[in-house]
């Protein structure tokens, strides 16, 4: 199993604070099933200042780490990019990256509402042949209010990941029956855990496919594991297998 949004990586932001929280939650990972997940610690300057370098060299390290320990996991670079006007810049210098080099970013919203200039940055990344994933955006309060504002932003081009524990019930009933009804209309192409730790924020995702499982069937279950791999190795995405 692929996991595309997790807070592994240690020291960076309000994921994993050591590099000891980082192998624990790599061992639950590997208990999950997962065999393979990209760290997306959150880019978001002046708060948490994780660019690209940074990154990469705490995966290499990660990593290293794992492989001595004998844990069956491998680790991958990539961001959990706030959207901000400066985000294109931030690309073209190199202080963002795409998850593990793709062709696919994942960008994160506010909270409490969705910024005017977000199609216009959809429309812009697409330019650069970046494909922008939304990050939870059944936690986003205008979007849970108004929806069609989600279906939008996928009609001009971007792809959406639920977070597992939104699909378990982790952040209310409401959440959870919000993220089902984002996944029967179509408008969500991946799961991830958003692990932050192996405690309140831990994984949850096999748990979260397995409800999937028996409310949509394993052909559903089997086109969002193949589009979390397509994003790790860089290939083609499905847009709706619904
Ligand atoms: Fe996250």
Excluded: C
């Amino acid at each position: 199993m692929i996991d595309i949004h997790s807070h592994i990586l240690p020291e960076l932001d309000d994921g994993a604070g050591n590099i000891k929280e980082s192998v624990e939650m790599a061992r639950k990972a590997v208990e999950q099933g997962i065999t393979d997940i990209i760290a997306t610690p959150h880019y978001y300057k002046g708060k948490y200042d994780n660019d690209k370098e940074k990154v990469e060299r705490k995966t290499w390290q990660l990593n290293r780490v794992l492989d001595e320990l004998d844990i069956p996991l491998k680790v991958w670079p990539g961001q959990e990019i706030r959207i901000s006007d400066e985000l294109l810049e931030d690309y073209d210098n190199n202080s963002v990256m795409a998850l593990n080099g793709s062709q696919y970013m994942l960008l994160e919203l506010p909270s409490n509402h969705v910024p005017r200039y977000t199609e216009r940055l959809i429309y812009d990344l697409q330019m650069k042949r970046i494909t922008p994933i939304i990050a939870h955006p059944e936690r986003n309060l205008e979007i849970i209010r108004n929806p069609h504002l989600l279906e939008e932003l996928i009609w001009k081009g971007a792809y959406s990941q639920l977070t597992a524990g939104s699909i378990t019930g982790k952040f209310g009933w409401r959440t959870r029956r919000f993220s089902k009804y984002l996944i029967h209309s179509g408008l969500t192409h991946f799961i991830a855990s958003d692990a932050h730790n192996v405690g309140n924020r831990g994984f949850q995702i096999r748990e979260a496919y397995k409800l999937v499982e028996k409310n949509m069937g394993q052909a559903v279950v089997n086109a969002f594991h193949v589009n979390a791999e397509n994003v790790l190795y860089g290939m083609k995405v499905k847009e709706s297998f619904l």
